[in-house]
């Protein structure tokens, strides 16, 4: 995250630290990308954090991912549903949605709703451009290029499909299976190994989850703001899954 702050423990109990270690290894998981907590047993993250061949965990609850916190849940996950339409181009990424199914813990829960581990919602109407949202993640900031062990957040911008078109910011690369956020003069953004986390908007109190990190050219430069999956266009594809 750039531009942002160090997060209070509980501001963010829908954020997800997805990590990964080579299969049949013994050694450590390594933090790869952000998610969102869906439903107990269910995480929203990017498809483009999806790597055949490995073994997939979640950590909820905690700040520090490289300390074992008490309020750490630990989740292996059971598989990943990557959208069939996903799509790598070398200017941008359609369709950068995934599902993670976790492992039953203790029957019917994977996940355990607490203080700091809570679902955020699927968004039942659109945002306005313009609207102040929330993003947060371990990723890249301006003076750590690994990356952070304490998750950071900062506030953006919802941006019109007009403006984040325009031939000076992406021309023609979005489309409507994306949304951007942050702000056009820079400086603030989310960057690498924040993928698959929450762009989060709220409307009376209630959190929505309105976007994922996905991609962006650079992190936090002028005219390049961050570009997010854009969650309402796949409520359909989630819920048929979530009941499915
Ligand atoms: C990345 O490499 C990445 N500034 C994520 C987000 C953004 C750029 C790159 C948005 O995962």
């Known amino acids: 995250i750039f531009g942002g702050m160090k997060s209070p423990p509980g501001a963010h109990p829908w954020q997800v630290?997805?990590?990964?270690?080579?299969?049949?290894?013994?050694?450590?998981?390594?933090?790869?990308?952000?998610?969102?907590?869906?439903?107990?047993c269910w995480v929203l993250t990017a498809a483009h954090c999806i790597i055949s061949g490995v073994e997939m965990q979640v950590v909820l609850g905690g700040v520090d991912i490289e300390k074992d916190e008490i309020y750490d849940q630990v989740i292996p996950v059971e598989k990943a549903i990557v959208h069939e339409n996903y799509k790598e181009t070398a200017f941008a990424l359609y369709n950068d949605i995934a599902m993670l199914q976790l492992k039953v813990m203790d029957r019917p829960y994977c996940a355990k709703e607490t203080r700091y581990v809570k679902t955020a919602c699927l968004p039942n109407q659109p945002f306005n451009s313009g609207t102040e949202c929330v993003i947060s993640g371990w990723g890249v900031t301006e003076t750590q290029k690994f990356g952070t062990n304490k998750l950071m957040d900062a506030r953006v911008h919802l941006i019109s499909q007009e403006k984040c078109k325009a031939p000076h910011v992406y021309g023609d690369s979005p489309d409507d299976s994306m949304l951007c956020a942050g702000y056009l003069k820079g400086g603030v953004d989310s960057c690498q190994g924040d993928s698959g986390g929450p762009l989060v908007c709220q409307r009376n109190g209630t959190h929505y989850v309105v976007g994922v990190v996905s991609w962006g050219d650079g992190c936090g430069l002028k005219n390049k703001p961050g570009v997010y999956a854009n969650v309402g266009r796949f409520v359909d594809w989630i819920t048929h899954h979530l009941l499915s």
Do not use: A, V, Y
């Open 17 to 40: 630290s997805l990590q990964t270690r080579s299969k049949g290894s013994s050694g450590p998981f390594n933090h790869m990308c952000g998610g969102i907590l869906l439903e107990s």
